[in-house]
């Protein structure tokens, strides 16, 4: 997808509107304070009544907001419809403090984990697994399958994980989390539309028969974003970067500009069959919920 593509399809945005919805998921992050947390209702409650299949709170680096991800579940359980799925790591924890864990999910009612490695801690530079815990997301699938049967999402990577030394290996991996038990594979984030397709393809050719959920991040703050890709090894198109030069100082604008481009991510995928779309809301229901909207999701017809 190019800037030109962009420009020119715009018209075909009637097509999301006019087509059967897709299912929708929304990914959600921990407060750290109270403000946060009136922010983070405020997104829930907006985007609840569009009826997600499920929405996923993350856990942060060496699980620093393990409570916090575990109070916010539990809240969304009591008092919202929707089914929440939990985020659990490998980072900094025994396999006997993650068990715990794992079981205080399913007494809360959880029965939906993301089981991810995890980022290393603040301050480090490279993943380094607890000598007691476990090492990789596959054995965290293989020990929360031994807890309870939990439904469990796990990473897919469109352009490899920065890890992996190459798609075979990075395939690999997914396929050891399939084989321990996953049902459902979340993707990073990405923006040529291409890239996803082209990995969806390779994925399928190699036996891989789980849903892939195609991550996608309205873009909200440009230099937020280019810090996390480096974080992340996700590509940033240049036609991207285009359209948000010049639009620092213009927060409506900028708006305006990341829900066509995330809305037209969203034709193309459909275009192609892809029914299941999740979304990065970085907690803000705004941009989400015009997408949505333009999918043709809305309160009436849920």
Not at 11 to 37: C, G, H
Not at 162 to 168: G, N, Q, T, V
Not at 215 to 229: A, D
Request: with cysteine; charged share 25%.
């Amino acid at each position: 997808m190019s800037l030109k593509d962009i420009r020119t399809s715009a018209y075909e945005l009637r097509d999301l509107f006019t087509s059967t919805p897709p299912q929708v998921s929304f990914e959600f992050f921990p407060p750290k304070n109270a403000e946060m947390e009136e922010k983070l209702w405020e997104s829930v409650t907006k985007l609840a009544p569009l009826k997600p299949s499920f929405v996923s709170v993350t856990y942060g680096a060496g699980g620093s907001t393990r409570e916090r991800t575990h109070q916010t579940v539990k809240r969304i359980i009591h008092e919202t419809p929707i089914k929440p799925a939990a985020h659990l790591t490998c980072v900094a924890a025994s396999r006997a403090e993650v068990d715990q864990v794992i079981r205080d999910y399913w007494d809360a009612g959880v029965r939906h984990i993301v089981a991810l490695r995890g980022d290393p801690p603040n301050g480090a530079k490279e993943y380094t697994p607890h000598p007691d815990g476990y090492t990789y997301s596959s054995d965290l699938v293989e020990g929360i399958k031994k807890i309870a049967d939990f439904e469990i999402s796990v990473a897919a990577f469109p352009e490899k994980h920065p890890a992996s030394k190459d798609f075979a290996q990075d395939i690999d991996a997914l396929k050891r989390k399939i084989d321990a038990g996953a049902t459902r594979a979340i993707t990073q984030y990405f923006f040529d539309v291409d890239v996803f397709l082209r990995y969806h393809e390779m994925v399928r050719s190699h036996g891989i028969t789980i849903p892939i959920l195609p991550g996608l991040l309205p873009v909200g703050n440009v230099t937020q974003l280019i810090k996390f890709s480096a974080m992340c090894g996700a590509s940033i198109p240049d036609w991207l970067l285009s359209l948000f030069e010049g639009l620092d100082e213009d927060p409506t604008t900028r708006a305006m500009v990341a829900a066509t481009v995330c809305a037209e991510q969203c034709r193309l995928l459909r275009k192609e069959g892809i029914d299941n779309i999740h979304f990065y809301t970085l907690n803000r229901s705004e941009l989400t919920f015009a997408i949505c909207r333009l999918l043709g999701i809305n309160q009436s017809v849920c």
